[in-house]
Structure formats: structure tokens, C-alpha cells
């Protein structure tokens, strides 16, 4: 009973240990599966799923390019950019569009040429340091030569003779107080001279003649307000007065010449 018992009871423990140990083999197995399993949800255990992983790079792509779209953002910083060049041409009109010019203009009056013009005077613009102005009042001559509908004339020669300080006309070849220029792209130009001095029977006056590109020639006068003898100036025409105006550079006489074709 005894040698019975005790086989027995080996017999018993031989089978526990058997029926134990494969416990523990499946026990285990299924926690490395189980592990094994939960890698491939998160983006670390990548290899094991290889669909999964695929389907990760491609959202990982897509987002790839999102991104760059984000990064498009600057690219929709460029419309701004393409707004100025868009102001530009609008902006272009306005000087076109001549808001602050009547039309049309009324033609500047033409008046006798006199018997004191010099043919092919010397292109230049300061009279102020011709010897014979000395001590006379320095103003500048200045403006535009415009056509009817307000557009400035480029190259239009402008030719001015007018008395020096003393009331006198240089008829010699030294063209003191005489002297053409030519318009800029704006239609100006611009005179430093001296305001002239009377002689008998006119007042202060400053002959000119325009001549556009192409075009005929205006020859007429210009006068200064406020001035006393105006009045007794059979030729005086109020149509032609400057605009006299006091500038930190000195008097300023304005005056914007309108011509035909
Ligand atoms: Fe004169």
C-alpha cells in the first residue's frame, strides 16, 4: 500500500508538473502575441504591419503635402502682392482722367510779336545773370503747355524776350534776356529771369512764342497783376496775367500756355 501510495503519488506529480508546465507555455505565449499585436497600432511597431504601415505613410504623405500647402499660405501672401501692380494701372488713369482740368481749355489769345524779336536765339533759361539785370526783382517763369483737352506737351519750344532792369531791349548778338527751352514730358518749363521794366507806352510784358512738335506757332504776351500801368497798355489782355505767387525761392509768375494743333 505504501509502494502503491507512493507510485501513486509520483504518478500524480509526474502529471501535475506535465499539465503545469504547458499552462505556463500558453500562458506566456499569448502575452508576446498580445504585445506583439498592440506594437502595430502605434506608429513605433511599423514592421509588423506592413498595410498598416503603407496606410500611415500615406497619410503621413497626405499630410506631407498639406503641409506644404500650409506653407502655401505665403503663396496667398502673393495676391497682396499682385494687388500693387493692379493700383498701379488704375492709378495711371487719374493723371489721364484730368479731374482738375476744364475741358476744354479755352486757346491762349495770341497778341503781336513786336518789332524787338531776334531769330535763332540761344537755348537757355536764366536771364537772372545777364549783366543788364542787375538789381531787378528775380522771378521765375513758369508752367505748362497744355492742348485744349488738358494733355501736357512734350518738346513744345518755348521762346522768351522781354525787356532788362533798365527798360531796354538786347538787340545785339549776346540775347541777354532772350532765350528758348524746350518742355518736358509734363508739358513744363521754367524761366529764371527778372520781372521787366517798362518803356513808353506798355507796361510790364513778356513776349513769347509756342511752337508744338509739329505745330504752328503762338507768339503772344504775358503781364503781371497789380500793376498800375496796365490800365493805359492798349494791348493789355487780363486773359494773359500771371499768377504771381511768393515762394521761399522768390516771386513765382505761373502761367499755363493752351495751343491748337
Ligand atoms: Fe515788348
Redesign the pocket.
Known amino acids: 500500500m505504501s509502494v502503491s501510495f507512493q507510485v501513486l503519488c509520483l504518478v500524480c506529480l509526474a502529471l501535475a508538473i506535465v499539465s503545469c508546465a504547458p499552462a505556463q507555455v500558453t500562458t506566456e505565449a499569448p502575452a508576446p502575441t498580445t504585445v506583439a499585436a498592440a506594437p502595430p497600432a502605434t506608429p513605433l511597431s511599423a514592421a509588423p504591419a506592413a498595410t498598416a504601415g503603407a496606410t500611415a505613410i500615406a497619410t503621413i504623405a497626405a499630410s506631407a503635402t498639406f503641409a506644404p500647402t500650409a506653407t502655401a499660405a505665403p503663396t496667398r501672401t502673393a495676391p497682396p502682392t499682385i494687388a500693387p501692380p493692379t493700383l498701379v494701372p488704375t492709378a495711371t488713369p487719374a493723371p489721364t482722367a484730368a479731374v482738375t482740368c476744364k475741358t476744354p481749355l479755352s486757346l491762349t489769345p495770341s497778341q503781336t510779336e513786336?518789332p524787338?524779336y531776334l531769330a535763332n536765339p540761344p537755348q537757355r533759361s536764366n536771364f537772372r545773370t545777364d549783366a543788364a539785370n542787375a538789381g531787378a526783382e528775380p522771378i521765375l517763369l513758369a508752367g505748362r503747355v497744355l492742348t485744349p483737352d488738358c494733355k501736357p506737351i512734350a518738346n513744345a519750344r518755348v521762346d522768351v524776350w522781354?525787356?532788362d532792369a533798365k527798360g531796354n531791349?538786347d538787340m545785339s548778338k549776346t540775347y541777354a534776356s532772350r532765350g528758348y527751352m524746350l518742355t518736358d514730358s509734363e508739358g513744363r518749363y521754367e524761366f529764371a529771369t527778372i520781372l521787366p521794366a517798362i518803356?513808353t507806352g506798355?507796361t510790364a510784358?513778356i513776349?513769347v512764342k509756342i511752337t508744338p512738335p509739329g505745330g504752328k506757332t503762338l507768339t503772344t504776351?504775358l503781364y503781371f497783376p497789380n500793376e498800375a500801368t496796365n490800365k493805359g497798355d492798349a494791348i493789355f489782355d487780363p486773359k494773359l496775367l500771371v499768377r504771381l505767387d511768393e515762394t521761399p525761392q522768390g516771386k513765382r509768375a505761373s502761367f499755363d500756355f493752351v495751343v491748337g494743333p
Open positions: 513786336g524787338m522781354h525787356t531791349y518803356y506798355r510784358h513776349h504776351q
